[in-house]
């Protein structure tokens, strides 16, 4: 028993010494153009579906299977880092602050997000609908988005590179429809 134990404490001290470190990402920023605000500001909300709240990276592997990345995740809670890059987008294409969506009566853009993440094909995706609200509360028509970016290379960082132009594209998409008032 003892031997046996003494040949077994190397395979297993090997197993916990073969664990990856996790590696954490973020969104790129959005691109330097600078934002001259000059109307009223608006809200954005953003609403993901359930497994995108989790710290880890999404991957579709076929029409209907999903995985998350263990040892990848984004680096803060994806909710608000998604608002946030978002936001900081619809800001420089408009000329508009976009802020926080804190219930003040102002119109706003509410974004539910059913994929964000890679793709086996190589293509990363932002895929979901938006709809304005008007200020008084009233909900207009919804436009669905399907953005599909190729990635640059391998890996996650390039991922996340690809996904930040996702959200490029659909802040472009937003700003081109007029917002209530």
Same mark, same amino acid.
């Given at each position: %028993?003892?031997?046996?134990?003494?040949? =077994?404490?190397?395979? %297993?001290?090997?197993? =916990?010494?073969?664990?990856?470190?996790?590696? #954490?990402?973020?969104?790129?920023?959005?691109?330097?153009?600078?934002?001259?605000?000059?109307? $009223?500001?608006?809200?954005?909300?953003?609403?993901?579906?359930? #497994?995108?709240?989790?710290? !880890?990276?999404? #991957?579709?592997?076929?029409?209907?299977?999903? !995985?998350? @990345?263990?040892?990848?995740? +984004?680096?803060?809670?994806?909710?608000? %880092?998604?608002?946030?890059?978002?936001?900081?987008?619809? @800001?420089?294409?408009?000329?508009?602050?976009?802020?926080?969506?804190?219930?003040?009566?102002?119109?706003?853009?509410?974004?539910?997000? !059913?994929?964000? $993440?890679?793709?086996?094909?190589?293509?990363?995706?932002?895929? $979901?609908?938006?709809? *304005?609200?008007? !200020?008084?509360?009233?909900?207009?028509?919804? +436009?669905? *988005?399907?953005?599909?970016?190729?990635?640059?290379?391998? $890996? #996650?960082?390039?991922?996340?590179?690809?996904?930040?132009?996702?959200?490029?594209?659909?802040?472009?998409?937003?700003?081109?429809?007029?917002?209530?008032?």
């Amino acid at each position: %028993m003892t031997r046996l134990l003494a040949l =077994c404490l190397p395979l %297993m001290l090997a197993a =916990c010494a073969g664990t990856p470190d996790v590696r #954490y990402y973020l969104l790129p920023p959005a691109a330097d153009t600078p934002a001259t605000v000059s109307e $009223g500001a608006a809200g954005v909300d953003v609403r993901l579906a359930g #497994y995108l709240a989790s710290p !880890s990276i999404a #991957y579709r592997q076929g029409p209907v299977r999903v !995985s998350l @990345a263990q040892f990848h995740q +984004w680096a803060e809670a994806p909710q608000p %880092m998604l608002r946030r890059a978002l936001a900081e987008r619809l @800001a420089k294409r408009t000329g508009r602050a976009w802020l926080a969506d804190d219930g003040r009566a102002a119109p706003r853009v509410l974004v539910e997000v !059913s994929e964000f $993440g890679g793709s086996d094909d190589g293509t990363a995706r932002v895929g $979901g609908h938006y709809r *304005f609200i008007t !200020s008084d509360g009233k909900a207009q028509e919804r +436009w669905p *988005f399907d953005i599909r970016v190729p990635q640059q290379g391998d $890996g #996650y960082a390039a991922l996340a590179e690809a996904l930040g132009e996702g959200v490029d594209r659909l802040a472009g998409e937003i700003a081109a429809r007029p917002l209530p008032r």
